[in-house]
T-cell receptor, first 116, second 110 residues
Framework: DAGVIQSPRHEVTEMGQEVTLRCKPI?????LFWYRQTMMRGLELLIY????????DSGMPEDRFSAKMPNASFSTLKIQPSEPRDSAVYFC??????????????FGPGTRLLVL | GQNIDQPTEMTATEGAIVQINCTYQ??????LFWYQQHAGEAPTFLSY????GLEEKGRFSSFLSRSKGYSYLLLKELQMKDSASYLC???????????FGGGTRLMVKP
C-alpha cells in the first residue's frame, strides 16, 4: 500500500508565481482533504471532497486558492498568484468513510512551500 | 465555531509518565482524535474517543469527558522516540471534518 502520495515534496517560488500541488489518495478512498500547517495557525482544513465533488471549501483562504479533483485518483491545489504568507506545509489526506465512526484520515508526507 | 486548547510545550523524562490535556468548545461534536506528528513528518493516528471514559492502547491512553469538553492523552514509560508534537482534533456533528488544536510539543529527556 503506497499511502497518500504528494508532489512536489518541496517547492520554492517567487511571489506572484502560480503554484500547483498534487495529491494521489489511497486507492478506494472516497474522501480527500487538503490541509495547511503553519507555526502560527497550526493545522487547518482548507477543503474536502467526497466522490470527487467539493463538499466544504469554507477553509480556503481567498480566491487565489483553488482545488480540483478531476478523478478518484488525483487532486490539485493551486495558488495563483502566490504570496509570501502562503509559505506553509500543505498536507493531503484521504479516508474511506470521511472520518465517521472513528475512522482516521491518512495523511500524505506534505509539500513544503516557500514563497519568496 | 470550534475552539481547542492545548499546552504549547511539555518536557518529561525518559521512563516517566506524562499527561497532555486538551479542552474544547465546539458548536458540534462527534468524537475526538489524538495524532502524533514527528518533526518534518505527517500526523499519524493514535486514538479516538467518542464516549466518556478511558481508552487504553499499549503505552498510550486517551480520556474523554464530553460534559466538560475535556480530553487527555497519557503516555507511560516514555521513550526518546516519543519526542514529537501531539495534536488533539475534534470532529463535527457529521464526523467528517476535523478541527485541530495547535498541538503540544513534547520533549523527552534522558
Amino acid at each position: 500500500d503506497a499511502g497518500v502520495i504528494q508532489s512536489p515534496r518541496h517547492e520554492v517560488t517567487e511571489m506572484g508565481q502560480e503554484v500547483t500541488l498534487r495529491c494521489k489518495p489511497i486507492s478506494g478512498h472516497d474522501y480527500l482533504f487538503w490541509y495547511r500547517q503553519t507555526m502560527m495557525r497550526g493545522l487547518e482544513l482548507l477543503i474536502y471532497f467526497n466522490n470527487n465533488v467539493p463538499i466544504d471549501d469554507s477553509g480556503m483562504p481567498e480566491d487565489r486558492f483553488s482545488a480540483k479533483m478531476p478523478n478518484a485518483s488525483f487532486s490539485t491545489l493551486k495558488i495563483q498568484p502566490s504570496e509570501p504568507r502562503d509559505s506553509a506545509v500543505y498536507f493531503c489526506a484521504s479516508s474511506l468513510l470521511g472520518g465517521r465512526g472513528g475512522e482516521t484520515q491518512y495523511f500524505g508526507p506534505g509539500t513544503r512551500l516557500l514563497v519568496l | 465555531g470550534q475552539n481547542i486548547d492545548q499546552p504549547t510545550e511539555m518536557t518529561a523524562t525518559e521512563g516517566a509518565i506524562v499527561q497532555i490535556n486538551c479542552t474544547y468548545q465546539t458548536s458540534g461534536f462527534n468524537g475526538l482524535f489524538w495524532y502524533q506528528q514527528h518533526a518534518g513528518e505527517a500526523p499519524t493516528f493514535l486514538s479516538y474517543n467518542v464516549l466518556d471514559g478511558l481508552e487504553e492502547k499499549g503505552r498510550f491512553s486517551s480520556f474523554l469527558s464530553r460534559s466538560k469538553g475535556y480530553s487527555y492523552l497519557l503516555l507511560k514509560e516514555l521513550q526518546m522516540k516519543d519526542s514529537a508534537s501531539y495534536l488533539c482534533a475534534v470532529t463535527n456533528n457529521a464526523g467528517n471534518m476535523l478541527t485541530f488544536g495547535g498541538g503540544t510539543r513534547l520533549m523527552v529527556k534522558p
